[in-house]
C-alpha cells in the first residue's frame, strides 16, 4: 500500500449509499480512505477496487463495538500513516409506529445509530489529526417528525447532541465537527423503506410533492456538502446543515 497520501480519511457505512460516493469524492480528492462496513464485503471491496488498491482499504468494523473501531483506526494509521477526516455514514432503520416496533429493533437502532456515533466520534476525538474535520450523518426527520420514525429520529437527535458537544470538547484542536441530515435520498435503505409502505411508487410521488426542489436527492447531493465541510468551510463548527432540497425548512 502507498503510504504517501498527504491526507487521509475513514469512512463508515462505506460500501454503499452516501458513504460509499463520499468514500469515492474524497478519494478523487485525493485522499487515502479506509472504508469500514459491516455486511457489505463486496460492496466495499468494489468501492475500494473502484477507487485504486493503493488508495484505499476495506475493514469491517461494527460501528457500535470499541474494539472494532479501534482497529478500523489503526488499520488506517498502519497503512496511511494518520487519519485527517472522518465521516460517519452508518446507520440502521426500521419504520413503524412505536407501539408496534419489536424491543430489539428499538435496540438495534439505538446501538448502531446512538452508540455507534458515540463510539465512532470517542475514537475520532483520540485519532483525528490538527486541521482535520469529524462529520456524523443525521437525518431530516428529526425536524419533519413523521409518524413511524420515533425510535430512528430519536437516534438522530442524539447524533446532533453529540456533535454539537464534541465540537465545544475540541476546541483548540483546530478540528471541526459538524453533522449534515440528509433527506430522502436514492440508497438502498430508502428503497427498502419505501417498499415497506405497500406503494413504493406512491410513496415516491409523495415525498417528491413536498420537496420544494420537486426530486428526491442523490448521494452526490449529500457529498458535495461533506466534501465541502472537510475541505474549504471550516468557519463551520458545531452545526447540522440540512441538506434536503428544503424538504426540512
Known sequence: MNT??????????????IGAQVAQRLAAA?????????????????VVDGIGGDQALAVRADVADENDVTELFAAAE????????????AGSLTTKPLVELELDEID????????????????AAKSVRAGGAIVNVSSALTRLCTPGYTAYGATK?????????????????????????????????LRTDMASTGDA????????????????????????????????????????LHVSGGIAI
Open 4 to 17: 504517501n497520501y498527504s491526507r487521509v480519511a475513514v469512512v463508515t457505512g462505506g460500501s454503499r449509499g
Open 30 to 46: 485525493g485522499y487515502a480512505v479506509a472504508v469500514a462496513y459491516q455486511h457489505g464485503k463486496d460492496a466495499a471491496d468494489a
Open 78 to 89: 498502519r497503512t496511511f500513516g494518520g487519519i485527517d477526516v472522518v465521516v460517519h455514514a
Open 108 to 123: 438495534q437502532m439505538l446501538r448502531t445509530n446512538l452508540r455507534g456515533t458515540l463510539v465512532v466520534n470517542r475514537q
Open 157 to 189: 437527535s442524539g447524533v446532533e447532541a453529540i456533535t454539537k458537544i464534541l465540537a465545544k470538547e475540541l476546541a483548540g484542536r483546530d478540528i471541526t465537527v459538524n453533522a449534515v441530515a440528509p433527506g430522502a435520498t436514492e440508497t438502498d435503505m
Open 201 to 240: 411508487e406512491q410513496t415516491r410521488r409523495n415525498i417528491i410533492g413536498i420537496t420544494p426542489l420537486g426530486r428526491i436527492g442523490t448521494p452526490d447531493d449529500i457529498a458535495t456538502v461533506i466534501l465541502s465541510l472537510v475541505g474549504e468551510t471550516r468557519w463551520i463548527h458545531g452545526q447540522t
